[in-house]
């Protein structure tokens, strides 16, 4: 059996903080933003930890789908800002909606996890482990960064957006790849925690525990490798480009987007781009952008049409998937 998209939905915090909100906090502007990232706001959060934002998800996608919590076999959830070390989300999520029968487990592939959660969730269906499965990328990142570094703390916002997958003879996920390559795994980090016991001494070891990011490293790496995954994405299930309806990258940077599509000689038109409104949301950018999509009519279910994701992020890690909507 084919995993196939039913649903999709995303909730992102009330509160919008636009550029020049932030220009209260640090040192930046508007213009400064904008034509670095291609963000004017992000969503943040006033409180609600990631389980809140997710179990609104999944409460959507229950009702969206007409199924009873308890239909529901699996919930996985794409995180690196989890409630806890553990539990997981996904139990947080579990026991609100009421899914008493579906086992749970969280993901840690940064921007990467939602597709990584999307591979993991097609193979149980593929092999009839599971019938219905949902998928969330969820994070509040506001707890992550720091507030003092402009060159960070401007590109993150909070969201959360999932789909329900379920068993269907044909279409859904039609082919992917996924990478990872830990020689690159310090060019962004966050949450540092030093051995600490009683049989060490307690002393620091100079690692921060905010968000870190080389900018210029991941530009430049995931400007070279991503589109090779694209290509090779379409070349292995005999797909013309011509025959794909969206393109659909990690929101992190507009300026990304941009390269990769020049790169690709593919049509800038034909990628989605939402990050002006929400920043990058990290494992949810896709997600959300999934349920934006559906919600205003550019993607139809059972439509036939064919979409490619594609994301990177911290590990690193990166992938794209062929989905027939």
């Not at 400064?32 to 291609?38: D, E, F, K, S, V």
């Not at 991503?226 to 994405?233: A, D, E, M, Y």
Request: glycine share 10%; charged share 20%; proline share 2%.
């Amino acid at each position: 059996m084919n995993a196939r998209i039913q649903c999709a939905a995303a909730y992102v915090p009330q509160r919008a903080v636009s550029n020049d909100d932030l220009g209260k906090l640090v040192d930046t502007n508007d213009e400064w933003i904008t034509t670095r990232t291609g963000i004017k706001s992000r969503r943040i959060s006033m409180g609600e930890n990631t389980s809140d934002l997710g179990i609104q998800v999944a409460r959507a996608l229950i009702a969206k789908s007409g199924l009873d919590a308890l239909d529901i076999d699996m919930i996985l959830v794409a995180t690196v800002t989890g409630d806890y070390a553990t539990p997981s989300v996904a139990c947080l999520i579990q026991a609100a909606v009421g899914a008493h029968h579906a086992f749970c487990f969280d993901i840690n592939a940064a921007c990467s996890g939602f597709l990584y959660g999307m591979s993991v969730a097609e193979k149980m269906i593929a092999t009839g482990r599971c019938q219905n499965s949902i998928v969330i990328g969820a994070e509040v990142l506001s707890k992550m960064a720091d507030w003092t570094d402009r060159a960070t703390c401007v590109l993150f916002g909070d969201g959360a957006g999932g789909v329900l997958l379920t068993a269907a003879a044909n279409g859904g996920i039609l082919g992917e790849n996924l990478y990872a390559d830990g020689r690159h795994s310090q060019a962004i980090h966050g949450g540092h925690r030093p051995v600490c016991n009683a049989y060490t001494e307690a002393q620091p070891d100079g690692k921060p525990s905010h968000l870190q990011m080389n900018g210029r490293e991941l530009f430049d790496f995931t400007t070279r490798e991503v589109p090779g995954s694209i290509q090779k994405l379409l070349a292995d299930t005999q797909t013309d480009s011509s025959d794909i309806r969206w393109f659909l990258l990690h929101q992190a940077n507009v300026r990304i987007v941009q390269a990769i599509a020049k790169k690709l000689k593919f049509d800038y038109e034909r990628f989605y781009v939402n990050i002006g409104r929400f920043g990058n949301t990290s494992g949810a950018t896709i997600p959300i952008a999934l349920s934006e999509m559906l919600d205003n009519g550019d993607l139809v279910i059972g439509s036939g049409e064919k979409i490619v994701l594609s994301a990177f992020g911290g590990g690193v890690t990166w992938g794209s998937m062929l989905i027939q909507i």
